[in-house]
């Protein structure tokens, strides 16, 4: 089982001694959902770094691409095919197709944004030349086993983490502040409507809104299923947390899959009923899948 | 050089007659399954052959909308949805519309005639994209709506397939197909047809220390889509196809916003002088929400939203469908849709134009006078030496 780590804000370094297997790093420019993100020269540092630690580096350029991103990507072709990394995280197509057309040889990994949710969808995927798909987080358990036994080792799935549940290319919370004639401090905000107790992580940057789940996600406590599914990579992104929240989360997770590769079934039900005593967390979709409207119910 | 298309919504079968009287060269419904939009009524396979039927009578297209993100159980049954594609196929549907790329390549192993479209739900919004895309030999993409004009343009200048754009009604505040707060608040499937429209909600905005920010609420809501200066220039950029949102919009909405772009395009073509604010003005008496131009001018400013809840307005001005005219008898059969008043002026929205009209006496079914229409949907009668035809509309002038 391959663990990566979405360094996010924390970056890679404060996790090169773990026993994380890879890492995504964005790309500045080209990725979103990422709060902090590297140059061209600055990833060739990291990579050099992490891959002296027998680790892999995936680059996200996972942005939903307009047309003068593309052209930008363009311009900067010749010196990302040269990066040492081992593969590129992406969400558009049209990047994929620019990947294509430079006989790019690394992995290209599709994003969890984009919400592949059946193995059909998948299949073409694959076919176009996407090397792994992550799923949406929004599909059941047996869905996800009917995919990955569909395509077998080409599915990813996200593990632990804030993930998003909306997109935006507005600058919502900008004009918000605009509109009202307010000085804006932060970046990050919540949300709450008036009649619910959840407050909704939202942030904004550069013209990229992003809003997310009230609480975060993990697969922890079904890292059994899914390992008997045949999953071998699972991301956990360091987004909002703190650096020794992730260091036990990845703690958690090796120690998780060990147990479980060993067959030592006990000893990872026990690592379970720690998980849960410790972490509030949800995973609404992986066992009711949602309905249409109310009289589906 | 082919003339472009206006392409509208239509949600059952009166409205697409409404839609095809008012001028639309080609129509988008939902089927029963595989279609988003799952609050509109949407039509059966037999409504498809019908819609089809009427279709013809005004050399105009119908395309089907199989745009759900699909779940496998959507597939389950691979037969079934192969055999809807060949049925519509067979029942001279020129085009489905899809977003799933499973589904357009089992759509595509089946049919050969079928164009494939690739829906907005995709989020398609550069060119490297559509290449890509060229190899499931689809026919048409729908750009997103987060395309400028200028992206429009360079899209167009390279795209190897036909380019449809969205140039009126309601916007989503996230990239299509990328926003599932309907799922997580509601439980309702964004993707699958059972938006809630969460993003419409009012919210309180708390700062990363969760203190209030303000006491005005916060909402995501997206002022709607209006785009009639800019159409002149779509068509000189080689855009296939115009489309307008709103497959769940009443037959007064369509029959407004449809006619005026209907003839703003003659215009165009017929080069004629174009006075846009009358288009607008006319538009204005069926819109229930703000409206802006969107992403056309590259950036979204506080004009592009909605702050508060009194910007959207029900709207009352549609007062009656004509239902039959007597041309013997000179006497105009109504049936009320909002509560009116016949001492006030009214305008008849028609086909081919609007105009004036004074009612000096209605009746009911029992014969009686009736000075005030109140009751939903009642039949009314009065007299016009003006000859009325199904699809006209009254309206009262405020």
Sequence with gaps: MEIVLNTNELGYLPFLDTNVNSFIIGLKHFCINQRYALNIREIMLASDLIQKKQKKIYLSLNIFAGEKDIYRLKRKMKKIKELPVNGFIISDLGILNIFKENNLTHKVILDCQTYVTNKYSAKSLINLGIDKVYLSKEIILNDIKEITSFNKNKIALFAQGYYPISYSKRPILTNYYKKFNIKRKKELHYLKEENREQYYLINEMKNNLVVYNHREYSLFSCLKDIIDIGINYIEINALFLKENEIKEYLSFYKEGVNYILENKLDEYAKLNEMFKEKYIFETPFLYNQSFLLKEDK | ?398
């Design chain 2, 1 to 398: 050089m082919k003339r472009i298309e206006l392409l509208a919504p239509a949600g059952n079968l009166e409205r697409l007659k409404v839609a095809l009287a008012y001028g639309a060269d080609a129509i988008y419904l939902g089927g029963i399954k595989y279609s988003l939009r799952a609050r509109a009524s949407n039509f059966t396979i037999e409504n498809i052959r019908e819609a089809v039927e009427v279709a013809k009578q005004y050399n105009a297209k119908i395309y089907v909308t199989c745009n759900i993100v699909a779940h496998n159980s959507d597939l389950n049954d691979l037969e079934e949805f192969k055999k809807y594609i060949k049925e519509l196929e067979a029942c001279g549907v020129t085009g489905i519309i899809v977003s799933d790329l499973g589904m357009i390549d089992i759509a595509r192993s089946v049919v050969d005639k079928l164009e494939i479209h690739v829906s907005t739900q995709l989020s398609l919004m550069n060119s490297e994209a559509i290449k890509l895309l060229k190899e499931k030999n689809v026919k048409r993409v729908v750009l997103a709506r987060e395309c400028s004009l200028k992206d429009i343009k360079r899209i167009a200048k390279v795209s190897p397939v036909e380019l449809e754009v969205f140039i009126h009604g309601g916007m989503c505040m996230a990239i299509s197909g990328k926003c599932v707060l309907s799922n997580y608040m509601t439980n309702r499937d964004a993707n699958r047809g059972g938006c809630a429209q969460s993003c419409r909600w009012f919210y309180n905005l708390y700062d990363e220390n969760k203190n209030l920010v303000n006491d005005k609420l916060f909402t995501f809501s997206s002022r709607d889509l209006q785009t009639i200066k800019y159409i002149k220039k779509l068509i000189k950029y080689g855009v296939a196809s115009l489309k307008i949102e709103g497959r769940m919009k009443s037959e007064y909405y369509l029959a407004t916003i449809i006619s005026q772009y209907r003839r703003l395009i003659d215009s165009i073509y017929n080069h004629k002088k174009i006075k846009y604010n009358d288009y607008i003005k006319e538009m204005l008496k069926a819109e229930s929400r703000p409206t802006s131009h969107g992403f056309y001018k590259g950036k979204i400013t506080c004009n592009e939203q909605i702050f508060d809840k009194t910007a959207e307005i029900p709207l009352q001005d549609f007062v009656a469908r004509v239902l039959d005219y007597d041309k013997e008898k000179k006497i105009v059969k109504i049936e009320q849709r909002n509560n009116f008043t016949i001492n006030k002026p009214f305008e008849v929205l028609s086909p081919s134009g609007t105009f004036r009209l004074e009612i000096k006496e209605m009746w009911n079914n029992d014969n009686e006078k009736v000075e005030v229409a109140k009751h939903a949907k009642e039949v009314l009668y009065f007299k016009s030496d003006y000859e009325f035809s199904e699809f006209d509309m009254l309206r009262q002038v405020k």
